[in-house]
Every structure is written in structure tokens, then in C-alpha cells.
């Protein structure tokens, strides 16, 4: 069971990689790619694929109209990573945990250091320079 959630984790997080990798960036910075391509990539996972795009939405990581997402219907719907890539991989490779996107309010802890680190107590991590993450839970 522990190893089937370690899993997902790394398949969303492998579908936000596809995200960067394959989309495009819009006009204010965020990482998108339409469904079509992402369908696309994922073909051969199709099964799997709609679990793990809710799943990434269920983690405020990607974002789209809608509740769900069919192929044929919904070629052009655009897919928007909620943080950066960057971020969520970063978060993963330390923690294996997906990055916490929490809305409401959180308590801000600064931290300006050449050497990064997560915490798991930590519920939210925002990278504000390639030498300084902001932390709050």
C-alpha cells in the first residue's frame, strides 16, 4: 500500500516534468501544455493516466477547466502547473513527498542559504532566487 502511494506520488510528479518539458510557458510565466499533447505522451498509460492527472489536480499541482477531461472532447483544454516544476521536483527528490499548495494562509519562515533543504513539517516552499526558498506551514 505505502509503495502504491510512493508511486503515484512519482507519476505525478513525472506528469508535471512531461508538463515543462513538452508545453509551453504563458505570457505570465506559467508552465501549460493542452490535454491532446499530454494524452498524447501518455498513450501507452491511458489507463493510469486519468488517475494520475486527478491526483495531480487533487494536490493544487496542475490545474484545468472542468471536472474532468475526455480525449476526443477536450483536445485544446489547457493544463496549467499550479507551482514550478522546478519546485515540485526539487520538493520530491528531497522528501518524497508531492509539494503542499495549500490556498489559506501560512506562517512564512525566510531561509537564505547557498544549501536548500525540505522539511516534512514544512506545508508550503515557494523558491524566491536560485539561493533563497520561502517556507511556511
Known amino acids: ?3 502504491d502511494a510512493l508511486n503515484m506520488r512519482q507519476e505525478v510528479v513525472s506528469l508535471c516534468a512531461q508538463v515543462e518539458r513538452y ?3 504563458s505570457s505570465d510565466g506559467t508552465e501549460q501544455i493542452t490535454f491532446g499533447e499530454l494524452f498524447k505522451i501518455n498513450e501507452l498509460i491511458s489507463s493510469r493516466f486519468a ?3 486527478e491526483s495531480s489536480r487533487k494536490y493544487r499541482l496542475m490545474d484545468f477547466p472542468g471536472t474532468s477531461l475526455c480525449k476526443d472532447k ?3 483544454v489547457i493544463i496549467s502547473l499550479s507551482r514550478k516544476n522546478r519546485e515540485i521536483q526539487e520538493y520530491f527528490r528531497h522528501t518524497k513527498n508531492l509539494l503542499p499548495n495549500y490556498p489559506e494562509g501560512n506562517l512564512w519562515i525566510d531561509i537564505d ?3 536548500k533543504a525540505h522539511y516534512d ?5 515557494r523558491e524566491t532566487s536560485p539561493s533563497k526558498n520561502e517556507y511556511y506551514n
Not at 121 to 125: A, F, G, I, L, P
Open 1 to 3: 500500500m505505502a509503495r
Open 23 to 25: 508545453g509551453n510557458r
Open 51 to 53: 488517475c494520475i492527472l
Open 74 to 76: 477536450d483536445e485544446n
Open 113 to 115: 542559504c547557498d544549501a
Open 121 to 125: 513539517w514544512v506545508t508550503h516552499v
